[in-house]
């Protein structure tokens, strides 16, 4: 079992920036792709980012292509999603994701076993 805990979200103005966080417990990432994916109310949970478990392969959403960074610290068992030029779009409940093999498709939630609680993100114009 891998528990996930983001923190970092807040309320932020358009063009700021602000960094996510998922701090893993109970098993070491290095073997987990690790995704971002977030929701806004009435939507449905759509992918952000995430990054493979060798940390070679990184993929985003084109609508933050540019703005947003995933990385990954293996020795602090953590990852991040540094986001700037944030906009009002951006609002939403942000989840962290750990998928384990077999590897699917990163950019589908189906792909990951393990989620987080979620931080809100609130981006005013």
């Known amino acids: 079992q891998v528990q996930l805990v983001e923190s970092g979200g807040g309320l932020v103005q358009a063009g700021d920036s602000l960094r996510l966080s998922c701090a893993a417990s109970?098993?070491?990432?290095?073997?987990?792709?690790m995704g971002w994916f977030r929701q806004a109310p009435g939507k449905d949970r759509e992918f952000v980012s995430a990054?493979?478990?060798?940390?070679?392969?990184?993929y985003y959403a084109d609508s933050v292509k540019g703005r947003f960074t995933i990385s990954r610290d293996n020795a602090k068992n953590t990852v991040y999603l540094q986001m700037n030029s944030l906009k009002p779009e951006d609002t939403a409940v942000y989840y962290c994701a750990a998928a384990g093999r077999p590897y699917g498709n990163p950019r589908y939630p189906d792909a990951y076993a393990y989620w987080g609680q979620g931080t809100q993100l609130t981006v005013s114009s």
């Open positions: 109970g098993r070491t990432i290095t073997s987990y792709t």
């Open positions: 990054v493979t478990f060798t940390g070679s392969t990184i």
